[in-house]
């Protein structure tokens, strides 16, 4: 994630489009393609396996001496955020998607776009946000002491620097999954069904919760899924507000107190919830392509529930206040704060930031782009169930929370880059250090494997809809798999292609933990920039790279509101 930490959009996307990837093409070669995804596989495997023997080992870190120290607050406080931050999206998405899509009230349809709009907001990026508005120097607190006479101590204000305030944060950030897919599945539903319930004599709210909320369960819960793998991977937000979570735990471990074993088990108890969501999210949604009812019912525009003039004000506010909170107050407050000289000032640093996620986002892009066209053309030639089960594990990148990447990435990495070091100096003379380990390809690396996902969604999607039979023709006529890919495929694939390298640009440009972990020590991005900036309570210096993450988010978030009206 999201999809992410971060525009964590790719599950979404996943969800919205399923795992739709054509006609299967079998012909010669495809052998060779279902290698290649293998291979593939391996590599995006290595992580999840380097962590699961870790959990097996002993040594410093072993899971009976986190038991009786961290283990359980992690365990607590990261179960208790999800519940809440899962409750209040669940409840704000399933509200505004029913609002939006059973009534009519003016400015419907602005809104029904708008509500998706938070998802442009790397949730890291609302904590800083809050907390500066919120905090005791932040101009709700000074601005409510210069209208009452107040002075500290004199009134109570809720502390934003804390669980509670992580919660919401995420929660109003995140909770466009769940209203992406509720709204879909509220759309869909039989007008008949809810219809039958209110000539029965069933009031609207009790006709939606007998009727309407039973049939568009399923989709919630997928949408919450992709909510709570989102918090569970979240460290931004953990870590600004200090709440202790697995994320933070792992990244404390690892960087701050270079316990390496420690921050593995951590990592391997991480990956038990994380197969627990990738489970639950994959049986929702066989839940949702098996729940065909109706799909054709709603023909007219006209709502569900007629209301009233007061009614559709108070309807208006409850869609208004989500894209407030969520979107309107937080860039209203980024774009206040560029305005200023001091943030104008410290401007001129941002070439340098700039370069280095231009770079970073671009080489990622085209190796995301590169394999997913691989795994596409591969799932397309092979009807093996040795070749699916390779392009899932592959594919599984997105749902590994940024942290436990990382440090499943360097574990088996590390022992790697020493072996070849050895060997080069034994060899070759070589009298320097490491080769891989601290470099920009180690970063490369597990950014192509965390957002290989997202590539390979939007590739997979524009190849369904080659028909089948150029592939036929072209094979008729001897041309190999290698020439078909590369003078039928590729250019009709060319606008998949590009959107999926966009795609993955941004996702790229907006990862926080997996950076902060593996970059370089002189490499800095605008994401782990705003971190430090904002850690350091430089806020108004971090406002316009701020921005830049904002705006670049806005063109996944408007695709992902496309496939959902779809």
Not at 279 to 286: L, N, P, Q, S, Y
Request: charged fraction near 10%.
């Amino acid at each position: 994630m999201a999809l992410s930490a971060n525009l964590p959009v790719g599950r979404l996307r996943r969800t919205a489009s399923g795992a739709a990837s054509g006609p299967a093409r079998g012909g010669a070669g495809a052998g060779g393609w279902t290698l290649a995804a293998l291979a593939l596989a391996a590599l995006v495997g290595m992580p999840i396996a380097a962590i699961a023997l870790a959990a097996l080992g002993g040594g410093g870190g072993s899971l009976t001496a986190l038991a009786g120290t961290v283990l359980p607050t992690y365990i607590a406080n990261t179960a208790l955020l999800m519940a809440l931050a899962g409750g209040i999206a669940a409840v704000m998405g399933t509200g505004t998607a029913w609002l939006v899509a059973a009534t009519r009230f003016p400015g419907r349809r602005v809104l029904s776009w708008a509500l998706v709009l938070p998802l442009a907001l790397p949730a890291y990026l609302a904590a800083y946000i809050y907390a500066g508005l919120l905090d005791f120097a932040g101009p709700v607190q000074t601005g409510l002491r210069a209208a009452t006479g107040w002075s500290a101590g004199d009134y109570w204000f809720p502390d934003i620097r804390s669980l509670g305030g992580g919660a919401l944060v995420l929660g109003f950030v995140l909770y466009p999954y769940v209203y992406l897919l509720a709204r879909t599945a509220f759309a869909t539903q039989s007008r008949t069904q809810f219809r039958a319930a209110r000539s029965l004599g069933a009031a609207p709210a009790r006709a939606f919760w007998r009727v309407a909320l039973p049939a568009a369960r399923p989709a919630i819960a997928g949408g919450l899924a992709l909510v709570l793998m989102e918090v569970l991977a979240d460290f931004g937000v953990a870590e600004y507000f200090a709440i202790p979570t697995f994320s933070t735990g792992i990244f404390r471990s690892w960087l701050a107190m270079g316990d390496k074993p420690a921050a593995l088990k951590l990592a391997a108890v991480m990956l038990v919830f994380v197969i627990a969501l990738v489970a639950w999210e994959a049986h929702t949604r066989r839940g949702r392509s098996d729940s065909r009812d109706g799909l054709a019912a709603r023909a007219t525009d006209e709502p569900l529930v007629h209301l009233s003039p007061g009614g559709k004000a108070l309807v208006f506010l409850a869609c208004l206040v989500p894209v407030l909170l969520g979107f309107v107050v937080p860039a209203g407050y980024l774009v206040s704060l560029a305005m200023t000289p001091v943030a104008q000032g410290s401007a001129g640093e941002l070439a340098t930031y700039l370069r280095s996620s231009l770079w970073l986002g671009c080489v990622a892009a085209a190796l995301c782009v590169a394999a997913a066209l691989l795994l596409a053309f591969a799932r397309a030639r092979s009807t093996s169930r040795l070749t699916a089960g390779a392009i899932r594990l592959a594919t599984l990148g997105y749902a590994l929370p940024g942290a436990l990447l990382a440090v499943g990435l360097l574990a088996p990495l590390g022992a790697f880059d020493i072996a070849l070091t050895r060997a080069a100096r034994d060899s070759l003379g070589w009298s320097g250090g490491l080769l891989l380990t601290g470099t920009s390809a180690v970063l490369v690396y597990a950014l192509g494997v965390r957002f290989m996902t997202v590539a390979y969604n939007t590739v997979s999607g524009g190849l369904a809809r080659i028909p089948p039979g150029l592939d036929a023709a072209a094979r008729s006529l001897g041309a190999g798999p290698s020439r078909v890919l590369a003078r039928i495929y590729a250019p009709l694939l060319v606008p998949s292609l590009a959107g999926a390298a966009a795609l993955v640009f941004i996702d790229t440009l907006r990862e926080l933990p997996a950076t902060l972990i593996l970059r370089p020590f002189n490499l800095e991005t605008l994401a782990t920039r705003t971190y430090r900036l904002a850690g350091d309570e430089r806020l108004v210096e971090a406002a316009i790279p701020a921005l830049i993450l904002l705006a670049a988010g806005l063109l996944p978030v408007l695709v992902l509101n496309r496939l959902g009206k779809r």
